[in-house]
């Protein structure tokens, strides 16, 4: 029994490993939400081998318990995540982590794109300015010659 929970410990720190690079190399919201589910299987596994070791029978059963629970939040997170993931992709045509300039206003991280060249950040009449500009644009009519 203590030969099999330590095989189980060595899989939830692969499956911790594999997750941790996946998050961290993935650019998209689907391969870090894989990631999310690879370190709740790897949270999961290893309650399963402390399960092994544990010195009675309702400490194993209530690590296993513990284990079910949290594969069920797992299931859940990854779920939301996917479904989230989805409607973002489907109403902009990116993702936010595979291109952050399409919700940041075309700039970098951190508001740079909003910063003039001198240093400082807009006043409040550019900001105004550009947004009534914008809309003017949107609410003229259309000269294409019509539908």
Do not use: K, W, Y
């Amino acid at each position: 029994m203590i030969q099999s929970s330590g095989a189980l410990e060595i899989l939830a720190a692969c499956l911790l490993g594999v997750a941790l690079f996946t998050l961290i190399h993935r650019r998209d919201a689907f391969g870090a939400i894989l990631a999310g589910a690879l370190g709740f299987a790897a949270v999961s596994t290893s309650l399963v081998g402390f399960a092994g070791v544990a010195p009675t029978r309702d400490g194993a059963a209530q690590l296993q318990a513990f284990a079910v629970v949290a594969e069920v939040v797992g299931v859940l997170t990854v779920a939301v995540g996917v479904s989230l993931a989805a409607v973002l992709r489907r109403r902009t045509g990116s993702d936010l982590l595979a291109n952050p300039s399409t919700f940041l206003g075309g700039g970098a991280v951190g508001g740079a794109a909003n910063r003039q060249p001198g240093g400082g950040s807009p006043t409040a009449d550019e900001t105004s300015s550009e947004v009534s500009e914008s809309l003017s644009e949107a609410q003229a009519p259309s000269t294409d010659g019509g539908d």
